[in-house]
């Protein structure tokens, strides 16, 4: 009992040495408070793992949060507080990188490894058609045989194993 | 003692993984099935010495011996034992270890397979047996789980409090089953590789061969996903159960690899075609699992998951990830161009489809690298920091996959060699028409209207429509007696059910994915006892707060009454639980499951009061369809094990049993 005693003591020193961010005060007009919640998901919380601000309990998180609702509140709008968060933080704080040189790469990579696998596929196909030769008659009977899985033990080109 | 007979056992384990590939090599060169079969014995002799290291390492963490580094960092006498047996897997260490378990399992269920030639399967050993002997040999010298502490603590620091939850007990290990599971197909591909065979027979039969243990891998891999992202959903309380961290990118590569294996594996098995890409998958899959174990190991990246490790250890994951795969690749881009082999097959066939399917998905899995690695290699580069997150993906991955979606249904219905793309318009004729149906009831019902969120919900309703209809089609549903339909359907094999319940949950997932990002409703606010908070139609009532006492953490318990008008009112209760072992707080979400949907709820710290009366922040998620999420990719897997049952692919079982 004593023990339990110790540790909620310690519990609630722990609590009262870190005094909780003051809790968020949503926007007014709904509407702004939606944007808002929308900008929220997209913005990096600078301290945090990989965290959105709208996700993280960090203090600094709870900073930004009446930062981006004190300008939606002022009018802006939200490419331009998008524009003044990366003034302060840098790229790294929005989850969307900008398309710039350096991130070519990145934003049209996906696309061009679709277009370079499919016509890899479309070159190939093409040099096959011109040199395969179809199967022979006896070729076909030993796929036939394989696919049957009579022959799955049996390999013509090695000795046969003892396990 | 017990615990010296583990690292004895896992040191001789690991001189037998290295005799394993040196003997099973020489047996190959000299074509001699005596030392075939001793390389054989080897493999099984060192997984069962793995498995007798990893009890060892579970008994120290029963009886928390703190002598042993392991134990004192990562346990507590004051632990659940479910716990205790847990962290044994829990730190980098006892991961490693249970990563040379799968392996080393797999490679002796390798070391057992009766139907593969001697050639191949020597091959295969051997490269299985190098990949043991590099793991074993990391876990021994760097990073070895049985080390002594002297003196030892008379108390650990116990787990990771986040890591204390069942569904984070077993994830470790259906996760790695998956993971590791695929350095059977990387062995076997490279065996092709060597064996390199001109005749066109061998295709086939190694397409078969290579199926099941990419099927199996990729059933395990798709549960140890979920069950990580459900733990995410209900451990972190940030309400998501996907945020495209690094971390889960890195399970998410080999599953997308996985399922382009298993695909194009089909290919090469039935017409031969696409050997050297199916072999390419084959290396692409194992070689992402090593790149997630680099990047999570290594002190890169920086999440819950990534283990205090230190940047040597990470070097030499690197190094063995560098090795084996830039092997494997130079042996690829060697042999691949003399691979013969396939049948023809138009562009408007099965195979046909089965390549879109392969070219979305590893588009797919090259977005997810991209997203992963560009922020590091452009730190790295020019030391300029970018965040990739949620939009990148939702405007690169979303709509790849969302064209691959949508031809899904189609490919099942083509004929192999040259389809017919009429007569399939035709027979999904009536599920296109349902679709749009269903999304323009979706656009109509679901409040506030979403064009983009219907639409998706229609992507979901095409893929289960167009599964139904793929096995109506099958089984004549409605176009003949009924005795004819159940005679086809008892006829249809194990594996047209697997691939038929494998789409439906995808269609099943992509459902419960768009209502629930589409839908989702969240509200918080700072709460005194017996006010509440309004969230859609639920509103959501804070009874009652109070502090109790777990195993091993002391817990402020809220109780909160869930009610929605003309509905039953629930009670769900919601923890902030403070562990003293290691000073952290976690979040237990209340979940109320009321039919597909969650009400999800998070109680946070106390709030300042405004009124004087004691407030907490009270977070409330009405998250629609948000059972499907997780049930799809259950159905999913539960269609991959089906599969994996088909008696085509036991067909060597039949032969053997009837040789006997």
Not at chain 1, 137 to 142: D, H, I, N, T, V
Not at chain 2, 192 to 215: C, D, H, K, Q, T
């Amino acid at each position: 009992m004593k023990r339990v005693l110790l540790i909620a003591v310690a519990a609630l020193g722990l609590i009262a040495a870190e005094p909780p961010p003051a809790p968020d005060r949503p926007l007014p007009d709904a509407a702004q408070e939606a944007r808002a919640q929308r900008l929220f998901d997209d913005i990096r919380c600078v301290v945090c793992q990989h965290e959105a601000i709208a996700d993280s309990p960090a203090g600094i998180a709870s900073d930004m949060r009446g930062l981006v609702r004190e300008q939606i509140a002022a009018g802006k709008t939200d490419k331009a507080i998008r524009e003044d968060l990366v003034r302060r933080y840098g790229d790294f704080v929005l989850f969307k990188p900008p398309v710039r040189i350096g991130t070519w790469l990145l934003w049209f990579g996906p696309f061009a490894a679709l277009l370079a696998v499919g016509a890899a596929f479309i070159a190939f196909a093409r040099r096959r058609k011109t040199e395969v030769a179809p199967l022979s008659p006896e070729e076909e009977a030993r796929l036939a045989d394989i696919l049957a899985g009579q022959e799955l033990r049996r390999d013509p080109d090695a000795k046969r194993s003892d396990d | 003692m017990i615990v010296e007979t583990g690292a004895f056992a896992l040191i001789l384990a690991l001189a037998l993984s290295a005799l394993q590939a040196v003997i099973a090599a020489a047996g190959r060169l000299r074509r001699s099935p005596v030392l075939a079969g001793a390389a054989n014995g080897a493999a099984i002799a060192s997984a069962g010495l793995i498995a007798v290291a990893f009890a060892a390492l579970i008994f120290a963490f029963v009886v928390s011996d703190f002598s042993v580094a392991n134990v004192a960092a990562n346990s507590h006498t004051d632990k659940p034992m479910l716990y205790k047996v847990a962290a044994a897997w829990g730190s980098h260490e006892g991961s490693l270890l249970l990563w040379c378990l799968v392996l080393t399992g797999f490679g002796a269920a390798l070391a057992r397979a009766q139907n593969l030639p001697f050639g191949l399967k020597t091959s295969a050993v051997a490269t299985q047996g190098l990949l043991g002997a590099l793991f074993l040999s990391f876990t021994v010298f760097t990073s070895n789980p049985f080390t002594r502490l002297n003196p030892a603590p008379f108390q650990g620091e116990s787990l990771n409090p986040l890591l204390q939850d069942p569904a984070l007990a077993f994830h470790p290990p259906l996760l790695y089953c998956g993971y590791v599971g695929f350095s059977v197909c990387f062995s076997l591909a490279v065996a092709a590789l060597i064996e390199g065979r001109a005749n066109a027979s061998f295709w086939p039969a190694w397409g078969r061969w290579v199926r099941p243990w990419a099927l199996a891998s990729w059933a395990f891999l798709t549960v140890g996903i979920l069950l990580g992202s459900f733990w995410a959903y209900y451990e972190l309380g940030w309400g998501g159960w996907w945020f495209w961290d690094p971390v889960e990118n890195a399970s998410f590569m080999p599953w997308l690899a996985g399922a382009a294996l298993l695909h194009s594996a089909v290919v090469t098995e039935r017409r031969g075609a696409l050997a050297g890409w199916t072999t390419f998958l084959a290396l692409l899959a194992f070689t992402f699992s090593m790149l997630g174990a680099f990047l999570v190991r290594s002190g890169v990246l920086t999440s819950v998951h990534a283990f205090a490790v230190d940047p040597e250890r990470g070097m030499m994951l690197l190094a063995i990830l560098g090795g084996t795969a830039g092997l494997a690749f130079a042996l690829f881009a060697w042999r691949a161009p003399q691979l013969k082999g396939g049948g023809m097959f138009a562009p408007v066939s099965r195979e046909g489809a089965l390549v879109i399917n392969n070219l979305f998905l590893t588009a797919a899995a090259a977005t997810v690298l991209l997203g992963t690695l560009y922020p590091l290699i452009l730190e790295a580069a020019s030391g300029a920091t970018i965040s990739v997150g949620p939009p990148y993906f939702a405007l690169t991955f979303v709509p790849l996959m969302t064209v691959a979606l949508l031809i899904l249904p189609a490919g099942p219905l083509l004929a192999w060699k040259r389809g017919d793309l009429k007569g399939v318009t035709q027979r999904l004729a009536i599920a296109a028409a349902l679709t749009v149906v269903m999304a323009l009831l979706a656009f109509a019902v679901f409040e506030p209207r979403k064009a983009l969120s219907a639409a998706g919900i229609g992507l979901g309703a095409w893929l289960i429509l167009g599964a139904l209809a793929e096995t109506a089609e099958r089984i004549k549903l409605f176009r003949a007696p009924l005795a004819e339909t159940l005679r086809r359907a008892k006829g249809l094999p194990l594996g047209a059910w697997g691939m038929t319940l494998a789409h439906a949950g995808l269609g099943v997932f992509v459902l419960g994915a768009v209502v629930e990002t589409g839908y989702r409703i969240e509200a918080a606010r700072p709460l005194a006892i017996g006010q509440s908070v309004q969230a859609g139609k639920w509103t959501v009532t804070l009874n009652e707060v109070k502090i109790v006492e777990g195993p091993n953490y002391l817990a402020e318990q809220g109780r909160l009454s869930v009610a929605s008008p003309g509905g039953r009112t629930k009670e769900v209760t919601a923890e902030r639980r403070f562990f003293p072992a290691g000073g952290q707080t976690t979040t237990e979400v209340g979940l109320d499951f009321r039919g597909l949907d969650d009400v999800y709820v998070v109680v946070g710290e106390r709030a300042q009061a405004t009124d004087g009366a004691p407030a907490w922040n009270v977070r409330v998620w009405w998250n629609p369809w948000a059972r499907l999420i997780f049930l799809g990719p259950l159905i999913m897997a539960l269609g991959g094990v089906l599969s994996l049952f088909d008696r085509r692919l036991r067909v060597a079982v039949g032969a053997r049993k009837a040789a006997a």
